[in-house]
T-cell receptor, first 113, second 113 residues
């Protein structure tokens, strides 16, 4: 069965600092990987996705993620944090044969002024 | 193009009652998936419908059911509500191909008392 582990349930960075949110996955087949963001009292918004094309994926709002098969990782980064980035971030993996997402437990990102 | 809409946004029910939640997907999308989000269990897949057929199902008891109509709108039903069913229920729609991302609605917040 596929699974996702997000290291760190809570990450705090200063405004302007690098954001790094970690995600490791377990999958027996090449996975499709996603990062979603959730703002308070809202649904999930797709930040970016990996579907076996380029290993470095660029998403919205300046975020990007790199797929590393050898490390089974798909970490999310942003060079310079903004106050508006404060939210909860979810990494997800999907079975290639199904529209079914398996989510990590989420990482709450706090931005300090 | 309008996004995924869910109704109602908030709902309060009593143990033992049943509830029906509604989801209207993005125009042209034929796949609708449902997820339950709780603080303890995180985001968990309930089921997915494609062209009025349940295509995938998660590990939830039979009290949780769903259906999809010919216009792709979907409903999920929970019978004999339990306190543990209190959650944010998220609906997501997509074109249906296995590699295509899902777009989430704002969710329905269900509270069971």
């Amino acid at each position: 069965a596929q699974s996702v582990t997000q290291l760190g349930s809570h990450v705090s960075v200063s405004e302007g600092a690098l954001v790094l949110l970690r995600c490791n996955y377990s999958s027996s087949v090449p996975p499709y990987l996603f990062w979603y963001v959730q703002y308070p009292n809202q649904g999930l918004q797709l930040l970016l996705k990996y579907t076996s094309a380029a290993t470095l994926v660029k998403g919205i709002n300046g975020f990007e993620a790199e797929f590393k098969k050898s490390e089974t990782s798909f970490h999310l980064t942003k060079p310079s944090a903004h106050m508006s980035d404060a939210a909860e971030y979810f990494c997800a993996v999907s079975d290639q044969g199904a529209q079914k997402l398996v989510f990590g437990q989420g990482t709450r990102l706090t931005i300090n002024p | 193009k309008a996004g995924v809409t869910q109704t109602p946004r908030y709902l309060i029910k009593t143990r033992g009652q049943q509830v029906t939640l509604s989801c209207s997907p993005i125009s042209g999308h034929r796949s609708v998936s449902w997820y339950q989000q709780t603080p303890g269990q995180g985001l968990q897949f309930l089921f997915e419908y494609f062209s009025e057929t349940q295509r995938n199902k998660g590990n939830f008891p039979g009290r949780f059911s769903g259906r999809q109509f010919s216009n792709s709108r979907s409903e999920m039903n929970v019978s004999t509500l339990e306190l543990g069913d209190s959650a944010l229920y998220l609906c997501a729609s997509s074109l249906g191909a296995r590699w295509v991302e899902q777009y989430f609605g704002p969710g329905t917040r269900l509270t069971v008392t």
